[in-house]
Nanobody
């Protein structure tokens, strides 16, 4: 059974940085895509980046491009989300997710980690 465990969330001041980690276990992740999502109170879940283990390719949406970077460490089955120049609008619960490359939906999710940016 695939398990995803996020860590690294916390309280940071406006303009600060955080690095989130997602450790994956219970699967052969070479054929998986892993992603980060976030959800703020009263808002829909938002995609903030993905990494495909098969070729190491990454993608971050325009909404966070230039501030957020996604990377991975194969040996540890761990994906990172480096977040810089944080603003209060980045406050949310951040979730790690995983899926097989040929699936449309992410069907494995972590428990989430809270990120709070104070003004």
């Amino acid at each position: 059974q695939v398990q995803l465990v996020e860590s690294g969330g916390g309280l940071v001041q406006d303009g600060g940085s955080l690095r989130l980690s997602c450790a994956a276990s219970g699967g052969t992740f070479s054929k998986y895509t892993m992603a980060w999502f976030r959800q703020a109170p009263g808002k829909e879940r938002e995609f903030v980046g993905a990494l495909a283990w098969s070729d190491g390719s990454t993608y971050v949406p325009h909404s966070v491009k230039g501030r957020f970077t996604i990377s991975g460490e194969n040996a540890k089955n761990t994906v990172y989300l480096q977040m810089n120049s944080l603003t209060p609008e980045d406050t949310a619960v951040y979730y790690c997710a995983a899926k097989f490359n040929d699936q449309l939906k992410y069907n494995y999710w972590g428990q989430g980690t809270q990120v709070t940016v104070s003004s």
